[in-house]
């Protein structure tokens, strides 16, 4: 019954901007230590983007620093990523993370492609 579903990934021009959402079920966020966003480019190394604490407070990859902003919404249960100014080195497929207590719980993946 936990999942999370991300959406809002597809082709984009560079210096475009993408809204990135990450819809959770089954899963109270209201009980969740860390929200965030992490990602993995063609033939590199997975990384992490973006994460928002319960104090709202939000941490971002030095990479991505004043061009991307994370977002939290309890009501609707989602976690937003909204990416500006993107750079074809951001193309990669983009994971919501949730970390609970006990486990950890994670998304299936939308793939953001930044190109002429």
């Known amino acids: 019954q936990e999942q999370l579903v991300e959406s809002g990934g597809g082709l984009v021009q560079p210096g475009g901007s993408l809204r990135l959402s990450c819809l959770a079920s089954?899963?109270?966020?209201?009980?969740?230590?860390?929200l965030g966003w992490y990602r993995q480019a063609p033939g590199k190394a997975r990384e992490w983007v973006a994460r928002?604490?319960?104090?709202?407070?939000?941490r971002y990859l030095d990479s991505v620093k004043g061009r991307f902003t994370i977002s939290r919404d309890n009501a609707k249960n989602t976690v937003t990523l909204q990416m500006n100014s993107l750079k074809p080195e951001d193309t990669a497929v983009y994971y919501c993370?949730?970390?609970?207590?006990?486990?950890?719980?994670w998304g299936q993946g939308t793939l953001v492609t930044v190109s002429s």
């Open positions: 993370n949730v970390e609970l207590i006990l486990r950890t719980v």
């Open positions: 928002i604490l319960w104090d709202g407070v939000p």
């Open positions: 089954g899963i109270s966020l209201s009980s969740a230590q860390t």
